[in-house]
């Protein structure tokens, strides 16, 4: 248990429809993050949040949409999806912006399938 | 733009024998991190290092600055040790990578066999 809750843990989705995936932190954390995991990829960070302002889209689509309504709650909203947006989609929180010397604490991901 | 390469990306082990997992990067940093994926996608953060050597229970991490190489070894492994090991780098000053100034290796998928 690292602290970081993400749910759903798995979804189903069609290039049509609208969902959103929700992460939940009680570190008492300041920044979290959202990053894509595809098959043999690396990691890819995707948004960063700090004191609940967004700090830098990493050019991510716009069918893509981040929320942090406060510091422990992070959601990303998904609409008109395509296949290749199939991943693993990992969220995770730090104390502070950025990281220097801390770690980092990933929630257990949701895979995500877009038909 | 700092590289980061694992090595190897795959390997099966028996039970016991000893595993040592290597990462190299291009540039100097100011970190290192070694984060372990269980097979449900969770990802635990194992060490972080900036010199020397670090020990938790049977994983050692070691790291040589001059050479620009991390290690990440496991003793007396066993088959709840299998999960894909990946390393991660902060580059310093924080520049390159994404806005989280982190660069990730693609992983090393370990197995461990009974």
């Known amino acids: 248990e690292t602290g970081v809750t993400q749910t759903p843990r798995h979804l189903v989705m069609g290039m049509t429809n609208k969902k959103s995936l929700k992460c939940e932190q009680h570190?008492?954390?300041?920044?979290m993050y959202w990053y894509k995991q595809s098959a043999k990829k690396p990691l890819e960070l995707m948004f960063v949040?700090?004191?609940?302002?967004?700090?830098e889209n990493n050019s991510v689509p716009s069918r893509f949409s981040p929320e942090c309504p406060n510091s422990s709650h992070l959601f990303l909203h998904l609409h008109t999806l395509q296949p290749e947006d199939s991943a693993l989609y990992l969220c995770?929180?730090?104390?502070?912006?950025?990281?220097?010397?801390?770690?980092?604490?990933f929630g257990s991901g949701t895979q995500l399938s877009v038909l | 733009k700092n590289e980061v390469e694992q090595s190897p990306q795959n390997l099966t082990a028996q039970e016991g024998e000893f595993i040592t997992i290597n990462c190299s990067y291009s540039v100097g940093i100011s970190a290192l991190h070694w984060l372990q994926q269980h097979p449900g996608g969770g990802i635990v953060s194992l060490f972080m290092?900036?010199?020397g050597k670090k020990k938790h229970g049977r994983l050692i991490a070691t790291i040589n600055i001059q050479e620009k190489h991390s290690s990440l070894h496991i003793t007396a492994s066993h088959p709840r040790d299998s999960a894909v090991y990946i390393c991660?780098?902060?580059?310093?000053?924080?520049?390159?990578?994404?806005?989280?100034?982190?660069?990730f290796g693609k992983g090393t998928h370990l197995i461990i066999q009974p």
């Open positions: 290092l900036s010199s």
């Open positions: 995770a929180s730090s104390q502070d912006f950025p990281v220097l010397r801390e770690k980092l604490f």
């Open positions: 991660a780098v902060r580059s310093q000053g924080g520049r390159g990578g994404g806005a989280d100034g982190l660069t």
């Open positions: 570190l008492g954390h300041n920044a």
């Open positions: 949040y700090s004191l609940e302002e967004r700090v």
